[in-house]
């Protein structure tokens, strides 16, 4: 049987996450620079948005630049956000052609013009289809995102239009930028990391992680098979015990 032919259709997550790790130790391996590893890592994004698409997962999160990120060599930035430009301006069609919704995450206001124009051009190209939703987290930290949560939330008690009464983890959850998204039900990192590195440390309290041990420019949809495989085969407690899982208490 077909790796993909192993998937239960039923018990797919509804939301899987990826940090994508290593391009610049594949491309280094290979003598290259590291830029290269950026461009070969266009294709395994193309493979994964592909593969969960045809899956029929509804949301999918990439997290294709950190905060952190803007303290690499100036060279490197502007390659990464030129790859962006061009990756969105090309890949647009397929995203239509796939019913894919794009949106971002993060703090936009950093990103150089072109690159903002152009994710507007492609979210709004792309905001009537209603297939998977391919979230990019950019320039994106959890940490900077559950600080400006926390001082939107100050003023709204400031200013009278909430009381701190009721503030509980759902109200908190509203002030997040993922407030309409569904928590993630897994987490892949690729390249043998073991780290989360600031990736929506909120949101994945309850995520399975599942690490890939593949530099991102290698892995290929038989990778994210294996991760959903191996993710349904998992008994998920939220603190419950297994016995009141399976009888649905
Ligand atoms: C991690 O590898 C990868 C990134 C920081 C960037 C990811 C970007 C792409 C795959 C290309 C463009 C993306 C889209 C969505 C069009 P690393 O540089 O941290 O590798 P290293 O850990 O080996 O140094």
Known sequence: M????????????????????????????????????HQQGVKSVREITEAAAELGIRYLTLFAFSTENWNRPKEEISALMSLLVTT?????????????????????????VQVRDGLNETINKTSGNTGMILVLALSYSARWEIT????????DVRSGKLNPKDIDEQVFSQYLLTHHIPDPDILIRTSGEYRISNFLLWQIAYAELYFVHKYWPDVRKSDFYRAIIDYQQRERRFGKISEQIQLNL
């Not at 039923?10 to 940090?19: D, E, G, M, S, T």
């Not at 090309?90 to 950093?110: F, V, Y």
């Not at 400006?148 to 003023?155: C, D």
């Open 2 to 37: 077909e790796m993909k032919d192993q998937i239960d259709k039923k018990k797919l997550p509804v939301h899987v996450a990826v940090i994508m790790d290593g391009n610049g130790r594949w491309a280094k391996e290979k003598g290259q620079h590291r830029i290269f590893g």
């Open 88 to 112: 969105l301006k090309s890949e647009t069609k397929t995203l239509m052609n796939n019913n894919i919704r794009l949106e971002a995450l993060g703090n936009l206001d950093l990103l150089p």
């Open 148 to 155: 400006n949560a926390a001082r939107k939330i100050a003023m």
